[in-house]
């Protein structure tokens, strides 16, 4: 379902643009100058997806061993549309859930394996989960959904 939703004129292509889903402050989009697609006029959108475990999206975060829908999702639109930058993305996340020793990373959902993959954290900050504003910090070129879920750290190994 549907929580909240909101639309939003293009970016600027000269001047950084921040855009914040009224009522959750901490959920927000950021475009560097000329991150927008030249000609690009349709407008963009923001949804407020809850991700609840009887739904498709719930099911494939969970699939596949110790991973865990860790906050809402985004639906961000025009879908498919292609930035010329990296886009800075800050997803919620439960603050007040232990997820014990797994990591919190911003997913997309990808429509046509039905498959989440995980995004890189943004490059902008110096700590990409904020657990004072309860969110995930990550980057992206594409608008599509996505969700912070929580996922085991990576396996280091080392040469012998």
Do not use: C
């Amino acid at each position: 379902p549907v929580l909240a939703q909101e639309q939003f004129p293009p970016p600027s292509s000269t001047a950084e643009t921040t855009y914040r889903l009224t009522g959750f402050p901490s959920i927000t989009i950021r475009f560097p100058p000329g991150a927008w697609p030249v000609g690009e006029t349709r407008p963009l959108r923001l949804s407020l997806l809850d991700i609840t475990p009887s739904s498709r999206l719930f099911a494939a975060a969970e699939r596949g061993g110790r991973r865990r829908v860790a906050g809402r999702g985004i639906f961000y639109e025009p879908s498919g549309i292609q930035f010329l930058q990296p886009v800075e993305l800050a997803l919620p996340y439960y603050v007040d859930t232990d997820f014990g020793d797994l990591e919190l990373y911003v997913h997309v959902f990808d429509l046509t394996t039905g498959n989440w993959t995980r995004k890189p954290y943004s490059n902008r900050k110096a700590f990409p989960v904020d657990s004072v504003a309860g969110v995930v910090y990550a980057e992206t070129m594409t608008f599509s959904t996505y969700a912070s879920i929580a996922v085991p750290p990576p396996v280091v190994t080392t040469a012998p």
